[in-house]
């Protein structure tokens, strides 16, 4: 298989598993489009080319023409220099890695996280938060987000992926948008009635039972196990942990209890402050199952093997 496939495969599930309506995915689409055709000079050769096809930011090809042919892969959550130069020193022993993939981002796709944020607030506007409320509260978070990545040395392992002739990509929202769906679904049909039947119900999910091994399994933040779940938020796409000031307000939309990957302090403070249950998923865990439920689709078109590395393990469901 093809770089080029595997990437626009992921992209493709991703936007299968995005839960905005199909038109507030097509208008962010037409925006960026028609910046594009108003651009000149300097700023149209900058211009992402990439961003007038879907809308992940954080989610692209960082090193490679896209022609190579995939058939081991080097997957973690986290690939930075370090893991760069141990796929490297598995090549020299003989172990053939075509491709090495990150969750997280880097590079232009790092840089540009605060572009996928918009996607919290879309969802909101599902529990009856009204567009004007869900951005106003959102755009002051994807300030202080864009702020504190900008200073940042994005191009390290894209430029350690190139001098060492490493294809390297990255599948950020794409992946978590996979697992933000599933789960939700999953709590939809389901309808657990106390915060003992979320947690038992993630317990039962491979990727959280191989955490728990770990010491890294699903646990309440918020709530005692017999507490009702009442409605469930799954709260794990959209870059990177939303606004404090999003609690009051999904609280008064009815949401009783949120199931995230993880909560920052100060979250936890005011979610506690509001009543709200908060169910800790587990972060690495999230983002690896996440990654698995979008390489069962790209797997699809033919299988690829993987070497598993910085937290991620290959689970098929296929």
């Known amino acids: 298989m093809r770089l080029k496939t595997i990437y626009e495969k992921a992209v493709e599930k991703g936007l299968s598993e995005d839960q905005r309506p199909r038109r507030v995915i097509e208008d962010a689409l037409k925006a960026v489009r028609k910046d594009f055709r108003k651009a000149k000079g300097v700023d149209r050769d900058a211009f992402d080319r990439e961003s007038l096809k879907h809308p992940y930011a954080d989610t692209r090809v960082l090193n490679g023409s896209g022609k190579e042919e995939i058939k081991d892969m080097m997957v973690g959550i986290d690939i930075d220099v370090s893991e760069l130069l141990l796929a490297d020193r598995l090549r020299k022993q003989g172990v053939n890695i075509d491709l090495v993939v990150s969750h997280h981002p880097s590079g232009r796709a790092y840089a540009q996280l605060h572009k996928v944020m918009d996607i919290q607030p879309a969802l909101w506007e599902k529990y009856g938060l009204t567009a004007e409320v869900a951005r106003g509260i959102m755009k002051e978070r994807i300030e202080q987000v864009f702020r504190g990545v900008s200073p940042a040395n994005h191009t390290r392992a894209v430029d350690a992926a190139r001098l060492l002739g490493i294809p390297f990509m990255c599948i950020h929202t794409a992946a978590d ?27 039962g999910i491979p990727e959280y039972k191989a955490a728990m091994k770990q010491g890294a399994g699903p646990f309440l933040l918020i709530g005692e196990k017999d507490s009702e779940a009442g409605k469930i938020f799954v709260d794990m796409t959209g870059g990177t942990s939303g606004p404090d000031k999003m609690f009051a307000r999904l609280s008064q939309s009815g949401i009783k209890t949120i199931v995230g990957m993880h909560c920052k302090e100060s979250g936890y403070k005011v979610a506690k402050s509001e009543f709200i249950n908060y169910v800790i998923a587990g972060h690495i865990a999230s983002d690896t199952l996440g990654l698995n439920l979008l390489f069962d689709a790209v797997e699809k078109r033919g299988s690829l093997n993987f070497i598993e590395c910085s937290g991620f393990r290959r689970i098929r469901r296929h």
Do not use: R, Y
Not at 191 to 203: A, G, S
């Open 177 to 203: 948008n996979c697992v933000a769906g599933f789960l939700q679904k999953l709590f939809d049909k389901k309808k657990p009635k106390k915060l003992e039947n979320v947690l038992n119900i993630l317990k």
